[in-house]
């Protein structure tokens, strides 16, 4: 691509024109026109609104670009091929280490040391990349093809680049954990990553980089450096907007937006920002802005720590801030970071509980927090420490708390959630807490038709300690209820052949699996009504298949979620069918929820056995409970009612109601259970935070 200020030899006619490029116009005989005014050619930096001004900088025959622009022009292009030449010339001398090569090292200061000579091999590529992309980008809106292959070229240059480095670096970490004394230990914590958790990969790492902002929107403050008030573009004269960097203005812009997502762990004003608003006094605003920085920092440190790259250059930093502002701390290395900064909600979940549980101990405050480990077990990193294996105790309601006021987390998640419980009691602590809306509720009992929408019993069951993770219903016309006629042929002469099929809604969950007193009273209420329950219970702890159920069925068992018969009857209104005959032929009985082998329909447990069951809630499941399938009696009736009897037998099994359901029975006993539960859980809370308020499903 032709640089600045190069003559090329252009063909054609160029009789009449002017050394300044503009072509003379006439008005008239002997009289000549005003020259004509051309555009500069350059887009700013939004890349697609064109500068204003006029072009007086010639380039070629021609001016194409304001004093400005043909300024910054002539930086960028001398800039970028500066470093190209860096580029060629380290390439040509073939001194990047190959795998083979860095396997071979023994020596960790060496290793470091040549590791930030790649990562200048590494900056001369990104600046010839970033240069030649504003280049294509801004001044010169039809690359030629040596500029597009040179482009790709570099692209290659710098994916197999991040990787030599990444290399060099988990070398030199192996390395130092074996040399190290707390080595041993520093090997069993590295083994308990997450299932399926490994650092981001180069072209996530490259993208997280590239990661534009949008036009309009100004780059956010980066939060480490000085609030020094910069001059505005109109008060800066021609000569210092044509000094100016683009290849170091993109590389800050690039840096600043990642910083922006970093601010939380590095600037206290970040953080309690999210509080500015509130009525509560400074002091609970401080306080609690305290405790949210103090669990992203911890979780910032178990990253850091997890991830070779990042803790070989956090070794002798005193802060974050001392790791981010590291000349030797790149732009790959803040995308990475960023990267693994804001995947909370998948495999670092486990690790933002831990440091939950370890902000609380820094809190300091009296009663908040159970000891979680022996202060020996404790590793410094940057001004900090984290302990050196995950936390296996039950979490407290403030640190449930803390960590849903924390992460926010979306609908349909749930699932996720399970792995940070150790018991049952952190199990049911969680969903109390979802239940008392610090969580948006589950697809499965939330819908938009009231017919449909489980979302008040499935609450006041995870506020009793019955967990519900699906509810399930075949609608069936009401014209379907009862035998209905066929379109099969009787054999009998003036008779019909009637059929008949009765689907029950199915709740299924678990219950604690050892004998508790809640746990026997709600089972006692259940196996009361079978007029109203079908039930089948299965112990993790029990040998085999082995179930309990009860019900209306043969030898008090569960009837079938799905049966249907067929019989001959003579014809008959369909408001007055015969009365159903015959044996029913099972469809999916009740045992089959759990244990069913059809492709289409398997049961719960099969699927788990089979490895399917990824998104289920019980995947990550580290405890035994005892399984519950729950049926409706009646046949072809919607879950929730199913939902509200299962919810009314739960407070009556706890004392809060007696008798036979009634809807404001119901909603009395449910607030009163409601403000049981709520006061347990956030007992803890001081009482200058303001307390707790709900809505009373009674009024």
Same mark, same amino acid.
């Given at each position: /691509? ?68 043909? %300024? ?6 001398? +800039? ?50 970033? %240069? ?19 482009? +790709? ?53 490259? $993208? ?62 970040? @953080? $309690? ?38 803790? /070989? ?26 990267? *693994? ?18 902000? *609380? ?18 590793? +410094? ?13 039950? !979490? ?17 998640? $749930? ?31 939330? +819908? ?22 699906? !509810? ?7 014209? /379907? ?29 678990? @219950? ?69 005959? %015959? ?27 089979? %490895? ?21 009696? @009646? ?6 009612? &199913? ?29 009163? &259970? ?26």
């Amino acid at each position: /691509m032709p640089g600045p200020g190069k003559k090329g030899r252009k063909k054609g006619n160029a009789r009449g024109k002017r050394s300044g490029g503009a072509t003379p116009r006439h008005s008239g005989p002997g009289k000549p026109r005003e020259p004509e005014t051309i555009p500069c050619q350059t887009l700013e930096e939004d890349e697609m609104t064109r500068c204003d001004k006029p072009a007086t900088e010639p380039s070629y025959s021609r001016p194409e670009r304001c004093k400005v622009h043909q %300024g910054q022009y002539r930086k960028l292009y001398k +800039k970028y091929k500066d470093a190209s030449k860096v580029v060629d010339e380290t390439k040509q001398g073939n001194a990047i280490p190959t795998m083979e090569q860095i396997a071979r090292l023994h020596d960790v200061s060496a290793i470091l040391e040549k590791g930030r000579w790649v990562r200048k091999y590494l900056e001369a590529i990104r600046v010839e990349k970033v %240069g030649r992309d504003i280049h294509q980008r801004r001044f010169f809106l039809k690359p030629d093809d040596g500029h597009k292959i040179r482009l +790709k070229v570099l692209a290659k240059d710098m994916v197999k680049t991040i990787e030599t480095l990444d290399s060099l670096h988990t070398r030199a970490f192996e390395l130092y954990i074996a040399d190290n004394p707390a080595s041993e230990w520093a090997k069993s914590f590295q083994a308990e990553n997450p299932p399926g958790w490994e650092t981001p990969s180069t072209d996530d790492i490259i $993208e997280g980089m590239s990661s534009k902002i949008k036009p309009g929107n100004p780059s956010p403050p980066t939060p480490m450096e000085p609030a020094a008030k910069q001059p505005s573009q109109a008060e800066l004269e021609e000569e210092d907007l044509s000094e100016i960097d683009l290849i170091d203005l993109k590389q800050r812009a690039q840096k600043n937006q990642i910083l922006w997502t970093l601010e939380p762990i590095i600037n206290p004003s970040s @953080v $309690e920002s999210f509080n500015t608003l509130s009525t509560l006094e400074p002091s609970v605003i401080e306080a609690t802005a305290t405790t949210s920085r103090h669990v992203l920092q911890q979780y910032a440190r178990r990253i850091i720590f997890h991830e070779p790259v990042l803790f /070989m250059k956090s070794l002798n930093k005193e802060s974050f801030k001392d790791l981010l502002l590291d000349d030797d701390f790149s732009l790959e290395d803040l995308s990475r970071f960023a990267l *693994l900064f804001n995947k909370e909600l998948g495999l670092g979940l486990l690790w933002l509980k831990d440091a939950v549980m370890e902000a *609380l101990i820094m809190s300091g405050r009296a009663g908040t927090s159970a000891n979680v480990g022996d202060p020996k077990n404790r590793i +410094k990193i940057l001004g900090g420490w984290i302990f050196n294996r995950g936390h296996t105790r039950t !979490m407290s309601n403030e640190g449930w708390w803390t960590l849903f006021m924390t992460s926010q987390f979306p609908a349909n998640i $749930e699932n996720r959630l399970v792995r940070l419980c150790n018991d049952y009691d952190d199990m049911i602590s969680f969903l109390s807490f979802a239940a008392l809306g610090m969580m948006p509720p589950p697809s499965f009992c939330h +819908k938009e038709n009231p017919h449909l929408n489980a979302l008040a019993p499935r609450n006041l069951l995870s506020l009793s300690g019955v967990i519900i993770t699906d !509810m399930v219903s075949t609608s069936v016309p009401p014209h /379907m209820f009862g035998p209905h006629p066929s379109k099969h042929k009787s054999k009998k002469p003036g008779c019909i052949v009637w059929a008949e099929v009765e689907t029950r809604a199915c709740l299924f969950g678990a @219950v604690r699996n050892e004998e508790d007193r809640f746990t026997t009273a709600f089972l006692h209420e259940l196996r009361a009504r079978p007029d109203l329950f079908q039930v089948v219970t299965r112990s993790e702890t029990d040998p085999g298949q082995k179930i309990n159920s009860f019900g209306t069925g043969s030898s008090d068992s569960a009837l079938p979620m799905m049966r249907y018969r067929q019989f001959e009857a003579p014809p008959a209104s369909p408001q007055n069918p015969p009365e159903g005959d %015959g044996p029913w032929t099972v469809v999916r009985s009740a045992v089959d929820v759990l244990f069913g082998t059809d492709n289409k329909f398997p049961g719960h447990l099969t699927n788990l056995s089979r %490895g399917d069951s990824a998104g289920w809630f019980f995947h990550f499941k580290k405890f035994p409970v005892k399984y519950i399938v729950i049926l409706d009696t @009646v046949p072809n009736r919607h879950h929730p009612i &199913l939902a509200r009897h299962v919810a009314w037998a739960a407070l009556c099994a706890q004392g809060y109601a007696t008798g036979e359901y009634e809807s404001s029975k119901y909603c009395r006993a449910y607030d009163k &259970l409601f403000e049981a539960r709520a006061k347990e859980r956030l007992s803890w809370m001081p009482e200058n935070w303001g307390g707790w308020q709900m809505g009373w499903m009674a009024n």
